[in-house]
């Protein structure tokens, strides 16, 4: 190692003020060269500009003299020729009268004024001729002018150009003093860095301490409630407005992914849902929606809404629900009531929003959720779009293979698809199949897109029905997974039959079971929910085996 090299502080405050003024003056000299040569610059170049405009105007007024004097002496020529012309003998020869120009007399008179038109034609090409000879005599002694200030301005660049190779001279002397200085710097300023580290390691402690406490009092603002929970317990974490963020569980919901987060509320004492988003539009559209659709009871109370100006962001605030149709399907034994009870809850809610002309489009496992022992009710509008919208964000709607969405992606026309009750169908299609079968429809999208060519041939998709039980269950899958959008059943039709999920009808053939609830005398009368859905021919069968 080294010897240990002490730095007199007075000495190096001394040895940095001498540089920076020596640099200053350094820096205002070259400036003021700078300066001054540029104003020499301007200034010639300004002359030679104004005396180059000087000539170019000069020139130009002689062409014009010339070019008028030539167009008077043509008029003139022409003139003559056409008093000769019109000299004219009217009375025959020897008459002694003549006529010019209209005029008739003796021929002395027509020659004396003949004559006197010539003098005056003389006289003026004599005046023209010596006006171009003195602006001749001008344009000479201008252009002996430019060529004397041309020759003065060479001296100087040259001037110029050998005292910018003495500057530059001095600026290599100067710069070999410079690189001494600099050197120097470094030296002192690797000195004054070894005193800084020891003086971060010193405090380290503190600075680890405040980066600490501007963790926990970084955020948005409005948290009065939170700050009485910091006090009073060892709670801690993220909040926004009154609500304490659950960083630690994300779990799935039916909002979209990545702008949904699981919280508490510190007031209400409740767990809550936190939708978030950015688009203003987006935030006052889902409102619009949820205060029309919460009449109907078939969506998730919304509990809050909220604006965080400082930061943009709009939240908007659910309960949380006790259980989703999601959790539902992963309990290995469900009654079929409960089934029912979801189906005919799913059926309702998507109708409703049907008969207001509005399309979920995105409706998921998640989406289904429950409040206690009530009924069943969609959470989130964010994927909601009016029937016939352009949906922009197709990647977003559902994680379902979904006919049309496929076929738009595969013909490149995923930004023209449109919103429409078809594609709920098919959700909630593949949602029951689900819930009655114990597994997806396809076991990937490979799957999917293989089912749905074939189905684009043979007019239809193969649902492994076998793995369903019950018959009404079957019939809803054959009405709702349809290829062609207008062979699927519309969502206040399959109600009904939702509500019939749990009979024992056979409409596939055999021996019908009565059912309990809407048997006539052994019979099942055709006004009956079950021969309404069903169709007349369940009766007309059961008649002909009668009969």
Excluded at 207 to 215: D, N, P, S, V
Excluded at 477 to 491: F, I, S, V
Aim: charged share 35%.
């Amino acid at each position: 190692g080294g010897q240990r090299v002490g730095v007199d502080a007075q000495a190096h405050k001394e040895d940095v003020r001498r540089m920076r003024k020596e640099q200053k003056e350094k820096g205002a000299a070259v400036k003021i060269q700078t300066n001054y040569r540029q104003h020499a610059a301007r200034a010639e170049f300004g002359g030679l500009l104004a005396e180059w405009r000087a000539g170019l105007e000069m020139e130009a007024a002689a062409r014009e003299r010339e070019e008028l004097a030539r167009e008077e002496e043509e008029r003139e020529r022409r003139e003559r020729e056409a008093a000769e012309a019109a000299v004219q003998r009217p009375f025959g020869i020897g008459s002694g009268t003549f006529r010019v120009r209209g005029k008739e007399g003796p021929a002395e008179d027509l020659l004396d004024d003949a004559a006197e038109q010539l003098q005056a034609c003389f006289r003026g090409h004599v005046a023209r001729s010596r006006v171009g000879a003195e602006l001749r005599r001008r344009l000479e002694k201008r252009k002996f002018e430019r060529q004397e200030r041309a020759a003065v301005t060479i001296q100087r660049r040259q001037r110029g150009i050998a005292a910018r190779a003495r500057v530059a001279a001095i600026r290599t002397r100067h710069a070999q003093q410079d690189l001494v200085a600099l050197l120097e710097r470094v030296w002192y300023g690797h000195a004054a860095r070894r005193e800084v580290k020891k003086m971060i390691r010193r405090n380290r402690s503190v600075a680890h301490a405040t980066l600490t406490i501007q963790r926990f009092t970084r955020g948005m603002w409005g948290r009065r409630y939170a700050r009485e929970v910091r006090k009073s317990s060892k709670q801690k974490g993220v909040f926004l407005f009154r609500y304490h963020l659950d960083e630690k569980s994300r779990a799935k919901s039916g909002l979209p992914a990545g702008e949904t987060a699981f919280a508490y509320d510190v007031k209400t004492k409740q767990d809550v849902v936190l939708r978030l988003t950015k688009d203003e539009a987006q935030y006052r559209r889902e409102a619009w929606l949820q205060s029309i659709l919460e009449e109907g009871g078939v969506v998730a109370p919304l509990v809050d809404m909220q604006h965080a100006k400082k930061h943009g962001v709009y939240v908007l605030v659910y309960k949380k629900p006790t259980t989703d149709l999601a959790k539902l399907l992963t309990k290995k034994r469900v009654s079929l009531q409960a089934k029912k009870s979801a189906i005919v809850g799913l059926c309702k809610a998507v109708a409703l929003l049907h008969s207001k002309r509005l399309a979920h489009c995105g409706l998921v496992e998640e989406s289904l959720v429950r409040y206690g022992d009530g009924d069943w009710k969609l959470l989130g509008l964010a994927t909601a779009h009016k029937e016939g919208e352009m949906v922009g964000h197709v990647d977003k709607l559902t994680s379902q293979a979904i006919p049309e969405i496929m076929l738009a992606r595969e013909g490149g026309d995923l930004d023209g698809l449109r919103a429409s009750g078809a594609i709920d169908v098919w959700c909630a299609g593949e949602l029951v199949f689900k819930v009655f079968a114990g597994r997806p429809l396809f076991a990937s999208r490979k799957q999917a897109a293989a089912a749905l060519v074939a189905a684009h041939k043979d007019k239809d998709v193969e649902v492994p029905l076998e793995d369903v039980q019950d018959v009404m269950a079957k019939y809803l899958l054959e009405n709702m997974l349809c290829r062609q959008p207008q062979d699927r059943m519309q969502m206040k039709d399959l109600v009904l039959c939702a509500d019939q999920i749990g009979t024992e009808a056979d409409y596939y053939g055999g021996v019908p079971t009565i059912d309990p609830l809407h048997d006539v005398d052994g019979g099942t009368p055709p006004d009956s929910p079950v021969a309404l859905v069903l169709g007349s021919e369940v009766v007309e069968d059961e008649e002909e085996r009668g009969g």
